[in-house]
């Protein structure tokens, strides 16, 4: 599939089939994180991949009750693992680089027939202790994964001009 | 292009042709990142895109010293408009979002023929300055866009092994 494709089509999905990812589709999303760039080439994450429907009921709760989390039939928990590099721009390298490659994840999902959809709402200490990750470790983002059951029509975005502006500030 | 394949052969392109990108080629590579999903579909970002080759070089100047980026024939740079909203993960979620556009530019950039190169070095009062963003906005990251002059060898990523992990923290 196309980029562009991939990128048109993806959508948050919220509902999932009862069918289990298969292993090597799974192992696809993760590859496509593992060889997202990130500054340095430090690769300051891991990913936890869950798919214990016990623990991913407790993810669940632990994002604020939202009960698709655990539906999917995968939850890869996005953590950033040096969370005290500051790039000389003044931003922390590792909240932009496990985004980088939970979105490279995102797109491989699409071309392999499967949703996703980003978890920003939850409570990074509960999801640390249902999961042992210890104190250092930051969750950046969680990822449910799974076969869609309902795919949403595309969400409104910007026009293009109110995005993008050439030259200068305006 | 397969989305694998734009991941599997993107590279950090620091040589450039010197030659222009086509419009339409420049088009696709930023509505790839108007398209981007971000918290709450704010769309907390603005992309200003500088062809200009004095202004380059003095973005360039900015990169702490980093010339390729004056000889890139555009350089996006990619800002967080909304840069104080904390998702209940306890993260910002402009990084996030931005970096998530950013890296769709960069994957269909691959599928146009082109090559960027994400720049995290830089002094972010002196872009600003140059390009008169206003006090509140952030410059989360430039990316250069061009035809690569030399496409280098892939960098070495950790073991699948190292970065992904299963069901508990290990």
Redesign the interface.
Known sequence: ????E???T?R?IRNYQHRDVEEEKL??V????????S?R?M?E????????PS?RKRLAEAA?GQMFVADAPVVIVACGTICDYV???????Y??????AV??M???A??EGLGTC???????DK?KEI????EK?????MLALGYPEHVPEP????P?DE???????Q
């Open positions: 599939m196309d980029v562009m991939a990128i048109r993806r948050s192992r696809r993760l590859e496509a994180g593992r060889l997202a760039p500054a080439n690769q994450w891991k990913f936890l991949v869950v798919k214990d623990v604020k790039m000389s721009c003044g931003q922390l390298s909240p932009i680089d496990v985004a980088i979105d490279h995102t797109l491989v699409v071309e980003w978890l920003g709402a939850f409570y990074e999801v999961l042992g990750i210890p470790i930051r969750v950046v983002q969400r409104a975005r910007k293009f995005v993008v502006i050439f030259e200068r500030w």
